[in-house]
């Protein structure tokens, strides 16, 4: 015989939205700077189906706001044909050596 709980995140939707809210939160934890906000939003609808007296229909989604990641932007100069020219990016950690002569 199977036990009668009461009604929450970790048995609505066979567990799946507890699931996504502990997947969610540590992403924002981890991304969120000194001064920035996030909202995590659980949402449940629930419908009596037509026709039905005594069962529901409960859908869930849990929807999460980041603040809007630091823009980048940079400086060029282009020639008289309108083509931008710049030089290939650094690579971080390549040491190159000058080829040898041989």
């Known amino acids: 015989m199977s036990e009668i709980q009461g009604l ?3 048995n609505v939707c066979e567990g ?8 969610k939160y540590p992403e924002i934890i981890s991304n969120l700077r000194e001064g920035q906000k996030a ?8 419908e009596r189906p037509a026709g039905s007296t005594m069962m529901t229909s409960i859908t869930g ?3 999460t706001k980041m603040p809007p990641g ?7 100069a282009f ?3 309108y083509q931008i020219k710049t ?3 650094v690579q971080q950690g390549v040491i190159q050596f ?3 002569g041989n």
């Open 8 to 10: 929450n995140l970790s």
């Open 16 to 23: 799946k939205l507890d699931r996504q809210f502990k997947a």
């Open 39 to 46: 909202t995590i939003t659980v949402s449940l609808t629930i």
């Open 61 to 63: 989604k849990v929807t």
């Open 70 to 76: 630091a823009a980048v932007a940079g400086l060029y």
């Open 79 to 81: 020639n008289n044909d």
């Open 87 to 89: 030089e290939e990016p």
């Open 98 to 100: 000058p080829a040898s």
